[in-house]
């Protein structure tokens, strides 16, 4: 006959092993909610985007802003244009770089001073306003096209330099600069348009 203190310790040990499996199936749960989470909101920038492979998506309420602001240099097509506010600042309003550059359109100050537009007619050209520093991207490319016109290669590829390098620049190396952050910024705007949803149709080519 099996004592009571001999029958109760299998017991005891069945519960622990459960106890530890239930431990082990919730630590696990956790962890995949977690991995789940940060995926969708990797994916869900720029950035995630890239690295996943994904379509460089519009943000629905920049979309009708990037589309108007593009007719004021159609040389430069949608396309191009929203890929390169993509590369500015992945759609951050309130994007501030190392060197200073500010906005979705990452204007320097300096340049905002002298190319800055009030796009909405509220009174005040603001850097940090969408609507105002799209509007003042797409005219500063125009300008930036009838400056590196005299450039060699390709005038889109060195108006697209001429943004994040200076014309002075692109008329000085007479191209694109052989400027490492130059080069990958042109390289990059030109891929995401490749894959930019600027409707809601989906994938829009450039």
Known sequence: MTSPRTSARPRARRRSR????VALLLVVALAGSALVGGWMALTGTTQGQRLTGGPIVVPEEL?????KAAKRCEAVPVEIFAAQIAAESGWDPD????AGARGIAQFMPA???????DADKDGSADIWNPVDAIHSAAELNCVNRRLVRDASGNRLHNTLAAYNAGFGSVLK???IPPFPETETYVARILEYAKTIVLTDGGTTRA
Not at 63 to 67: E, V
Not at 95 to 98: D, F, G, H, K, Y
């Open 63 to 67: 979309r009708p802003i990037i589309t």
């Open 111 to 117: 340049v905002w001073e002298q190319y800055g537009i």
């Open 18 to 21: 459960f106890t530890a499996v």
């Open 173 to 175: 190396y007479d191209g």
């Open 95 to 98: 994007a501030v770089s190392p």
